[in-house]
């Protein structure tokens, strides 16, 4: 029992089908010694004969029926485990698009703090710039006063 604990409901049910099968293959073994018994005159069958083939015949359709019910049953199953594994990658598939949209804002927003960064930069290059332009003006203008 505790086997059959950790069996996943795909293996079970195939189990419970091998099973099945087994046993039709016993009744199909059955019948068919069920027909090739003559018990009447002459080695002709007797309706008893037929009778109980005939038996035979309705367990082997009743056996069917339980393996196409089985069968039902394991393409459900299957059917249900592919439509989570949909599913389960679905979900995988929306959170990596988040993901990316995430990442494609993370860098959008990086790459314009990099740009206001090299933009204040460019601004304190101009202002030292003119500083430096300026002081030494101021510097030729006063050297030319003072000579």
Known sequence: MAGLMTLTPLAMAQ????????ERET???EWQASESKTSGLFGNRTKKDMTATNRWMDRIIRKDNQIMQELEMLKDIETTEISYEKEDYKYLAQKAEAD????????????????????GKRSYEWTTLLFFLSTLVLGFLYYRKKS
């Open 15 to 22: 189990e419970k089908l091998n099973k099945l099968l087994r």
């Open 27 to 29: 009744l199909h073994q």
């Open 100 to 119: 990316i949209v995430k990442l494609k804002r993370a860098l959008s927003e990086k790459d314009e703090a990099i740009r206001k960064e090299k933009q």
